[in-house]
């Protein structure tokens, strides 16, 4: 049986256990089960993978989100281990290319990668030296009498690989590129009187049952809707997010992904829900699990609610002006500049600058990925 088809038999097994699963656990399986798509390998790339994130359209990217992090460590007092656990980190990419920024606060980084995908792990180790956790987390001097170790200063940058999130509070920042999206979720659907759950049964066809109470503050953020709206139950979210809040003890979690609001979602029929696969929007979500990318739009207010419910307050702008304000401006400025003092001896660096103009017109693109949303939580 092919790696597609072995997929569908984990689900079809379930739901046959099961009578039907909720979509969110179909998600889940089709993403992350043993057979499913991350499982796999697949992912955010170019050739041979199926979309294409920020941190893959070039060096750009990470060059100011290593402004950012600079900033966010400058507004904790500069401390030293300054730790960023980025979730969802997929190849480590965004991470390499961080570090060639040599940000300011690199002699105190410890980079924590997190990703689920042992295969994606393991590319990883092609882009980057990975330390062992003990490594990146320790490093710890003991004192004289019983206070405790201090750690060794000066150490970063220091990069190491989980595959969940640590558990450890740090001074820092959790940082998450395009993972909020692919969290499962569930779905609802309203006929005119009553939410129903839309579950995924025998046949992978979808059964409606009554809406469960857990979920009725999910659909209360819709108000009153047209008979056959259809929207996310994120019931991850409020997990994940509980999570990671809980790694950091002072600084932020900066998260980064495609959002809409209550009244586009409920707008928008299912278009908000997509599947990608070899760079094309893939087919029905029902069919062929595991051969795509299964993925919805995070509505802000379920982000904004879930975080307050957490104790965190959430700001919000939209990545073109992020990047702007952390000088992408000025970073495609210096990349034509150095073009044009090193065009002559064909440097790698004088090309990069010169991409670098095309780099910032797809991260801006309001109608791409400078229509996504920055979100920073921060503790109240
Ligand atoms: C859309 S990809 C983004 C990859 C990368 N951040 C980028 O921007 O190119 C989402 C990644 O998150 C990973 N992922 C999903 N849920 C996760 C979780 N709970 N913890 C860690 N990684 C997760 C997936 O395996 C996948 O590699």
Known sequence: MSGLGRASAEIDAEIARFGSIGF???VELALYGEHGFFTAGRGAGRAGRDFVTSPEIGPLFGRCVAVALDDEWRALGSPDPFVVVEAGAGNGRLCR?????EPACAPALRYVLVETSAMLRAEQHERLTIEPPAVALGGFAATIDDEPPE????????VTALDALPAIAIDGVVLANELLDNLPFGLAEYDGTAWHELRVGSGRAWIRVPLARADAS???IFGS??????V????ALGPWLAAAAAVVRRGALLLVDYMIDAAAMSSRGDGWLRTYRDHQRGGDPLTDPGSHDITADVVVEQLIG?????GLDTALVGQAEWLRKLGIDQLVDDG???WSEGAGVGDLRALEGRSRATQAAALTDPDGLGGFTVARLVRR
Not at 97 to 101: H, I, S, T, Y
Not at 225 to 230: K, L, M, Q, S, W
Not at 232 to 235: D, E, F, H
Not at 306 to 310: D, I
Request: no cysteine; glycine share 8%; charged share 25%.
């Open 24 to 26: 969110d656990r179909y």
């Open 97 to 101: 290319e961080v570090l060639r920024a």
């Open 151 to 158: 750690p060794v200063e000066r150490l970063g940058p220091i």
């Open 218 to 220: 999910a659909v209360g």
């Open 225 to 230: 809707v047209p008979p056959g709206t259809r």
């Open 232 to 235: 996310s139950l994120p019931r």
């Open 306 to 310: 879930t975080a307050a419910s957490l």
């Open 336 to 338: 034509a500049r150095r």
